[in-house]
Nanobody, 129 residues
Framework: EVQLVESGGGLVEPGGSLRLSCAAS????????MSWVRQAPGKGLEWVSA???????YYVDSVKGRFTISRDNNNNTVYLQMNSLKQEDTALYYC???????????????????????RGQGTQVTVSS
């Protein structure tokens, strides 16, 4: 059974930092693209970042230079370091496997749903003063 368990969300002031973690099990983690997607209140699902099995990282323009995705294949965990957080980063953040991937999707902010495989329950990030 595939499981993705996110943690690390919380309430933070603008300009602050959080580190999200996603513990994966039930599949060959090291061979899979992994991603972080988010859903803000009243909005659709959107890309945040993706990472290839070979550690190539991809980001949506709105988080470039502020967020860093990484993976630990020994511990089957993917991370999202989020710095300089803004109120517009407030959302439910999901870790997800990808059934396929194109960097064009992230560059053009295409809806991620067609690419998503398994998804966790999410961790809430709230940026507010």
């Amino acid at each position: 059974e595939v499981q993705l368990v996110e943690s690390g969300g919380g309430l933070v002031e603008p300009g602050g930092s959080l580190r999200l973690s996603c513990a994966a099990s039930g599949f060959t983690f090291r061979l899979n693209y992994m991603s972080w997607v988010r859903q803000a209140p009243g909005k659709g699902l959107e890309w945040v970042s993706a990472i290839s099995p070979g550690d190539n990282a991809y980001y949506v323009d709105s988080v470039k230079g502020r967020f860093t995705i990484s993976r630990d294949n020994n511990n089957n965990t993917v991370y999202l370091q989020m710095n300089s957080l803004k109120q517009e980063d407030t959302a439910l953040y999901y870790c997800a496997t990808l059934t396929s991937f194109s960097s064009v999707d992230i560059r053009r902010s295409m809806p991620p749903s067609p690419r998503l495989g398994y998804r966790g329950q999410g961790t809430q990030v709230t940026v507010s003063s």
